[in-house]
């Protein structure tokens, strides 16, 4: 099975990697590696490209002639490949220069990365429209990115229905195929000494345990640290062996970086926290080997897989990540990890994040903060559960054991890109037979490409906030409980909670009930906007002054 990429040259330096670009670049190495295939064809937008692409070829021992640049345009050349391949979700435009030249020469498949930017949710919604077939398919790396995408292709759905008395199908196939991960690289990084080595150059005592994150140390647009932060400083006061958080990334902006070390500062007492910078010289293999336990608590839409756990696994390293869209896939709680409860407002209650954003009243960040912002992970369960990695070695071992195997079996590059040429197997007997279907169910209606996001993405927390479901007051101290509100890692969009002004009487019933459910204390405090209130509670809980309990 031969297939085209479409590479259009631009790579990015090291300094500060974004997800995508790593995956597109462990990608299409992997793609010469392990494919099936005598020749490999790209297109690219000029020889600069098709000569990087060569150069990509010849580090996986590929001779220069068997990697063939072809132009977008020459249909004859790609319905000899069978299968155009994207790296992203973006087909349309090929699509429609496809149908000038007959739909059924050859395949289209793209990769769906993130899917919280403006430009991707439009893509979604175009879907419906472009001349897209059952031959073709958009990757999604999750179910719940899956989930994401057919909510914008249900709500365009509806409107069309609305406007025009049509449900069109999307006909595109949509297969959950996860990314991939060197594993040969992951076990290099912290082979021999490695781990010696890079905890003395931290100065890691014998005993400590170091909890490791590796990633974007960004708040706003990635994960914001402080449920860590809090947790881990919990966990060090009860914990017979000393805390350690390394933080292993690279900040976005000075803005991060104030704010990181501003929460690390107020947070932390008990629990030590070291930072090793992305491109640090005395680091060229990160900070993989000096961790005993990995812990990733992504809560923000913008995650579509999460590959570092992933990584963590194939490093031998037990799990302590956030229940949440990819991860949620990838680590088996109990097994490989532990999976900390994720909590986010029900769809509905952020309609306003939603216009704002269409409105561009809100950049990309904005919708990204202020979505992320009451959003939750269970800091009584995480606390517990880094209690219960860090005293017990036995099953740090095993669960990095566990982990390693399965990465192995299912995550290996071998293994995705031979998942990878079995759809363009699949693809290539469609578009022979035709056959396709497709249905779902229709949403409420807002702006389709731009649904209430914690509708678009209520499958990423273990549950929602229900107005049935209890919260218990966790601090008391006025000035602990200012602090923690003044704090930049905690209040990112201040205008999409309650007037600030109210939270004095919200946390003032909380004191006085200890335990209430939440539409009690809304019929208390004569709520009359429950989005606002959720969104509040979100938020609060987050910042570990309540306790959320399910009904």
């Known amino acids: 099975m031969t297939a085209a990429i479409s590479f259009d040259g631009h790579w990015p330096a090291d300094e500060k990697p974004i997800g995508i670009d790593v995956a597109t670049r462990q990608f299409i190495r992997a793609h010469f590696r392990y494919a099936q295939q005598g020749i490999f064809y790209c297109v690219a937008p000029n020889e600069a490209a098709a000569r990087l692409y060569r150069k990509f070829g010849a580090e996986e021992d590929i001779a220069a002639e068997r990697c063939i640049s072809i132009n977008q345009n020459d249909a004859m050349a790609l319905e000899t490949a069978g299968c155009l391949i994207r790296y992203d979700p973006g087909i349309i435009k090929h699509a429609w220069t496809r149908?000038?030249?007959?739909?059924?020469r050859y395949s289209l498949c793209g990769i769906a990365h993130a899917c919280a930017s403006e430009s991707v949710m439009d893509m979604f919604g175009q879907y419906l429209t472009a001349p897209l077939n059952p031959w073709d398919a958009v990757i999604c790396p999750s179910q719940a990115i899956k989930g994401a995408i057919t909510s914008i292709l249900e709500g365009w759905k509806a409107y069309l229905d609305e406007k025009f008395g049509v449900k069109p199908e999307a006909s595109l196939h949509l297969p959950v195929i996860p990314l991939g991960v060197d594993t040969a690289d992951m076990a290099h990084r912290v082979s021999g000494g490695a781990r010696a080595a890079q905890r003395k150059k931290?100065?890691?005592?014998?005993?400590?345990?170091?909890?490791?994150?590796?990633?974007r140390l960004n708040h706003v647009a990635k994960s914001n640290p402080i449920s860590l932060l809090l947790a881990a400083e919990q966990a060090a006061k009860r914990c017979d062996h000393p805390i350690r958080l390394v933080f292993?990334?690279?900040?976005?902006?000075?803005?991060?970086?104030?704010?990181f070390e501003q929460a690390t500062q107020a947070l932390c007492d008990n629990a030590t926290v070291s930072y090793v910078l992305h491109g640090d010289p005395e680091f060229p293999d990160g900070a993989w080997a000096a961790g005993d336990i990995f812990c990733s608590l992504s809560d923000n839409i913008q995650e579509s897989f999460g590959l570092?756990?992933?990584?963590?696994?194939a490093a031998g390293l037990p799990i302590i990540a956030s229940d949440w869209n990819g991860y949620k896939e990838t680590v088996r709680d109990g097994e490989d990890g532990l999976l900390i409860p994720t909590y986010m407002p029900p769809a509905g209650a952020g309609e306003t994040i939603a216009y704002r954003y269409f409105a561009g009243q809100f950049s990309y960040g904005d919708y990204l903060g202020a979505t992320s912002q009451a959003t939750s992970v269970d800091l009584t369960v995480l606390t517990e559960s880094i209690l219960a990695l860090a005293s017990n070695q036995n099953l740090r071992l095993s669960m990095g054991a566990s982990g390693k195997r399965r990465v192995l079996e299912n995550f290996d590059w071998s293994r995705v890109i031979e998942n990878y040429e079995t759809l363009w197997q699949e693809l290539t007997r469609r578009r022979a037979s035709s056959d396709a279907a497709t249905s779902g169910e229709t949403p409420a209606l807002h702006h389709p490409s731009r649904?209430?996001?914690f509708f678009m993405f209520s499958g990423f927390p273990t549950k929602h906030l229900d107005l049935d479901g209890?919260?218990?007051?966790?601090?008391?101290?006025g000035s602990l409980?200012?602090?923690?509100?003044?704090?930049?890692l905690g209040l990112v969009q201040a205008d999409v909670l309650m007037d600030l002004e109210l939270l004095p009487g919200f946390i003032g019933e909380l004191e006085a009930k200890k335990t209430i459910k939440l539409k009690d204390l809304a019929d208390v405090l004569d709520i009359d906007d429950f989005s606002k209130f959720l969104v509040t509670a979100g938020w609060l809980v987050k910042l570990g002054l309540c306790r959320y309990d399910p009904p």
Do not use: C, W
């Not at 292993?248 to 704010?259: L, P, T």
């Not at 409980?481 to 930049?488: E, F, N, P």
């Open 99 to 104: 149908r000038y030249h007959g739909e059924n």
């Open 202 to 215: 931290l100065g890691i005592e014998r005993n400590e345990i170091v909890i490791l994150y590796v990633g």
């Open 248 to 259: 292993n990334g690279y900040y976005h902006d000075k803005a991060n970086q104030v704010a």
């Open 308 to 313: 570092t756990p992933v990584e963590a696994m």
């Open 451 to 453: 649904p209430d996001p």
């Open 470 to 477: 209890s919260v218990t007051v966790l601090e008391t101290s």
């Open 481 to 488: 409980i200012l602090q923690r509100i003044q704090l930049k």
